[in-house]
């Protein structure tokens, strides 16, 4: 197991990385105001047979921190220069959430240089379609939690109160609160502040109104799974956009597999671990990569 910080030509990337460098390995991205840590439970999975890296993206974890940059552009591009230092040249990229949608424009853009494409609820993300949704909305209701005195015990017990529904075994036996934690700073006076600043975290919010994912869902030329999660079947705005997006990927796309995770939450990386990489596994074996 390697954990280390990369010095790009653009930015320093903190990454994970642990397994058999002998096939396409996997690039894990995690989601917005989230870490590499997302993937703890999986990782173990995939790492059996292939290379597998988790990254930290610009900002979040252990990487570097900067004021801009945050658009799906210079994210792209500092995958780029990461993968080139690295010497790596085809990977599979999965992408939990915003992570999703990362991977998506990079593959879009780099159609030659990825040989597969997973979505873990997330990439198709269009938060400008929302019925009666405007920019001004959306930085209110997707703006992270002012945590603003709040200490760390207070925040583990927030983390103790949240719905994780059905957990599986091994998601049961791992410690979420300390995952969850890694997320933040802990200061001298005991309180606590997110690693991802809320600048940040708003410019993030700004780009996603700008990013049609139709747009590069047309470019894409390698194999792409789609994970989403769902707690029910109620037909909702939200599932008959999702489904659209679906649908138009399902058409633009010459292999495009969507398999649903039912009964699960958003972070079904940790709930579900062994259902998510047991899906991930399988599609890459099917698909030969």
């Not at 990369?6 to 397994?19: A, F, H, P, V």
């Not at 997330?122 to 405007?134: K, R, W």
Request: aromatic fraction near 8%.
């Amino acid at each position: 197991m390697i954990t280390d910080t990369l010095k790009t030509n653009r930015i320093s990337i903190y990454y994970k990385r642990d397994g058999n460098s002998s096939k396409n390995p996997y690039l894990l991205i995690h989601g917005l105001a989230s870490n590499h840590r997302i993937w703890d439970l999986i990782f173990p999975f995939l790492s059996q047979d292939r290379d597998v890296i988790a990254i930290d993206v610009r900002g979040h974890g252990e990487s570097e921190k900067t004021q801009d940059g945050y658009d799906f552009e210079s994210i792209s591009l500092d995958l780029s220069s990461f993968l080139n230092k690295l010497g790596i040249n085809t990977p599979i990229l999965v992408g939990h959430s915003w992570g999703g949608s990362i991977a998506l424009h990079y593959a879009a853009t780099n159609p030659k240089l990825v040989s597969g494409l997973i979505f873990i609820d997330g990439g198709l993300i269009d938060i400008s379609s929302i019925q009666n949704n405007s920019l001004e909305k959306a930085l209110v209701d997707m703006a992270p939690p002012i945590f603003n005195g709040v200490t760390k015990e207070q925040l583990l017990e927030m983390f103790g109160n949240r719905s994780w529904n059905d957990r599986d075994s091994v998601s049961l036996k791992a410690n979420l609160n300390e995952i969850g934690i890694s997320k933040f700073n802990t200061n001298t006076d005991g309180t606590v502040m997110a690693k991802f600043s809320r600048d940040s975290h708003l410019n993030v919010i700004r780009e996603l109104w700008t990013h049609n994912p139709r747009e590069f869902l047309t470019q894409i030329q390698c194999p792409t799974l789609n994970l989403p999660a769902r707690m029910d079947q109620n037909i909702n705005d939200r599932f008959q956009r999702r489904n659209e997006l679906i649908e138009f990927a399902e058409s633009n796309i010459d292999s495009f597999t969507t398999i649903w995770l039912e009964n699960s939450i958003h972070d079904v990386p940790l709930q579900r671990p062994i259902l998510v990489a047991d899906h991930i596994l399988n599609w890459t074996k099917n698909n030969k990569l």
